[in-house]
């Protein structure tokens, strides 16, 4: 059964056990595109990272909307074993819309690479000027979205 949540305790829960997120967007022909994305998340924002050029950053810039998928939790399941249509797959699942805003300032910029770094690595990172100057840093508030527990 599928359970819809709009409480943003069950939302962190399951974007703090994802590895990865999956944003889409719309590119320059108007076409859906999916990427999937590193991120780390503090207080209602989710906040990614790019090299400063190509299709992503070009979609944003022109269209700054974006949607988050996360999924967490899976596992196979079946009602029958040697019945095909009988088998689905149980996760628990988050989807957020917002807006893609983009950090310029350095201390900003630094402070969310660690964010980042933080989902992934349990240890402080130092950035080079080169680093912090060429990395394109783009945020997301949370403002609400939909919880799916299979």
Same mark, same amino acid.
């Given at each position: 059964?599928?359970?819809?949540?709009?409480?943003?305790?069950?939302?962190?829960?399951?974007?703090?056990?994802?590895?990865?997120?999956?944003?889409?967007?719309?590119?320059?022909?108007?076409?859906?595109?999916?990427?999937?994305?590193?991120?780390?998340?503090?207080?209602?924002?989710?906040?990614?990272?790019?090299?400063?050029?190509? *299709?992503?950053?070009?979609?944003?810039?022109? /269209?700054?909307? @974006?949607?988050?998928?996360?999924?967490?939790?899976?596992?196979? #399941?079946?009602?029958?074993?040697?019945?095909?249509?009988?088998?689905?797959?149980?996760?628990?699942?988050?989807?957020?819309?917002?807006?893609?805003?983009?950090?310029?300032?350095?201390?900003?910029?630094?402070?969310?690479?660690?964010?980042?770094?933080?989902?992934?690595?349990?240890?402080?990172? *130092?950035?080079?000027?080169?680093?912090?100057? /060429?990395?394109? @840093?783009?945020?997301?508030?949370?403002?609400?979205?939909?919880? #799916?527990?299979?």
């Amino acid at each position: 059964m599928t359970e819809k949540i709009f409480n943003i305790e069950e939302i962190i829960e399951i974007i703090q056990k994802c590895e990865y997120c999956n944003m889409a967007m719309v590119d320059l022909d108007g076409m859906p595109y999916v990427i999937p994305m590193n991120f780390g998340y503090k207080d209602n924002f989710i906040f990614f990272h790019s090299g400063p050029n190509g *299709k992503k950053i070009n979609c944003l810039k022109n /269209n700054p909307n @974006i949607c988050l998928s996360f999924s967490t939790d899976h596992k196979l #399941r079946f009602q029958n074993e040697g019945v095909a249509c009988s088998y689905s797959m149980k996760f628990n699942s988050t989807l957020l819309n917002g807006v893609a805003e983009f950090v310029e300032n350095r201390e900003e910029k630094i402070q969310a690479l660690n964010i980042i770094m933080a989902h992934y690595a349990d240890r402080e990172f *130092k950035y080079s000027e080169p680093a912090i100057k /060429n990395v394109v @840093i783009f945020k997301m508030k949370i403002q609400g979205g939909c919880v #799916r527990r299979k």
